[in-house]
């Protein structure tokens, strides 16, 4: 009995070592699958799929550290400072634009990149080791021809375009997504429509042939270089005289043109073209030059006569430009301090303000 009951009590202990070893076995096996599983979920977390404005598909970084921009540089910054990632920006600025002068703010809004290496040259070329060398978990481009590059390289590259005048509200919803900030673009989309549609509502009733006629161009090339411009002209109420349903982008003109044409107000690129046009006795006819009405584009982060975040601002300044009256409690320089303040989380004076408009702020020499 005892023989029998030391026997039971072995078979009973090699039962329960036995399930104990079954038990821990199936343990580590669900902790190994679960593991294996928790694994491909983290890494899958760590990507993501964004379609960029080409239509292609990039994975990229979920978190994104390090970005680069390259070709249109002072432009897709705007967009950056919008979105709020300026400080990830880890190239400065092309020597084109620093040499030009006339991107003081980029470092104001963004003081950091202007010690960042600069891997574009002044003929619009980057040097590919040296945007490797920065490591960038993403790069940013309008040039068709850099994102076939990189992609070489095994880079990812987000292609940004910006055709139609409203295209960029589908830019800043892109960017949203690849930076998850799709509540900061929506504000700005809504923003941008309703500054954009303001001037509209007030002059609304005025009829075509009372409307201020305006040309946008480069007078040193004469040349009206973006579409975008006919678009914030009628924006603000005016009537681009450049309008000619034309498909490519730029377009020349000569002093016969100018001279049919006769705007009632021009708008160009910088402080030493208004000298031009008044220095120039062909022009003298015209109603602009005549009445004083040419003016330089104000510049914040980019020229805000080109594509750039700034863009309502553009539309606003243009309105209270050509129709003074109308727009008289218009304050400008408030409304410029307060969309920096919104979007670009920078908190400019009243002065830095008209300096902006006035379209005469330049880099500082080092």
């Known amino acids: 009995m005892a023989c029998r009951e030391v026997g039971v009590t072995k078979t009973k202990g090699m039962n329960t ?3 104990a070893f079954i038990a821990l076995s199936v343990i580590a096996l669900l902790t190994l699958a679960c593991g294996c599983t928790g694994q491909g979920q983290a890494t899958e977390s760590e990507t993501k799929v964004v379609t ?12 994104i550290n390090t970005i680069v921009t390259i070709g249109s540089v002072p432009v897709q910054n705007s967009f950056m400072f919008a979105m709020g990632q300026g400080d990830k920006i880890a190239n400065g600025l092309p020597d084109s634009f620093i040499q030009g002068g006339r991107h003081k703010y980029q470092y104001v809004f963004e003081p950091g ?10 003929t ?8 490797m060398n920065l490591n960038p978990d993403v790069v940013f481009t309008m040039t068709m021809p850099f994102v076939e590059t990189l992609e070489k390289n095994d880079i990812p590259v987000i292609y940004l375009s910006w ?4 295209d960029v509200k589908d830019l800043m919803l892109l960017l949203g997504e690849v930076f998850g900030e799709q509540e900061r673009a929506e504000r700005y989309v809504a923003y941008f429509d309703e500054t954009t549609a ?12 009372q409307r201020p006629k305006v040309l946008y161009c480069s007078y040193k090339s004469m040349s009206v270089a973006h579409k975008i411009g006919e678009w914030w002209i009628a924006k603000a109420g005016g009537i681009p005289v450049s309008d000619n349903n034309r498909v490519e982008e730029g377009m020349k003109f000569d002093m016969e043109q100018l001279l049919a ?15 031009m046009v008044y220095g120039d006795a062909r022009a003298s006819g015209v109603s602009a030059v005549k009445s004083g009405n040419v003016y330089s584009t104000p510049t914040g982060a980019h020229y805000w006569c080109h594509r750039t975040s700034e863009t309502p601002l553009m539309v606003l300044w243009t309105a209270k430009t050509i129709y003074p009256e109308q727009f008289k409690d218009l304050d400008l320089e ?13 908190d400019i004076t009243r002065e830095q303000a008209a300096e902006i408009l006035g379209g005469k702020a330049n880099i500082s020499p080092a």
């Open 261 to 275: 044409w006769d705007p009632d107000v021009i708008v160009l690129n910088s402080p030493d073209e208004v000298e």
């Open 17 to 19: 070592a036995w399930k």
């Open 198 to 209: 303001r001037p509209g509502r007030v002059v609304a009733s005025v009829p075509d042939e």
């Open 334 to 346: 408030a409304e410029t301090m307060a969309f920096y303040k919104e979007f670009f989380g920078c």
């Open 52 to 63: 960029d404005m080409a239509g292609r598909e990039v994975t990229i970084p979920t978190t």
């Open 163 to 166: 055709g139609d005048a409203e």
């Open 124 to 131: 619009g070329d980057f040097n590919i080791e040296e945007l």
């Open 113 to 122: 990149i202007k010690n960042k290496p600069t891997i574009q040259t002044t």
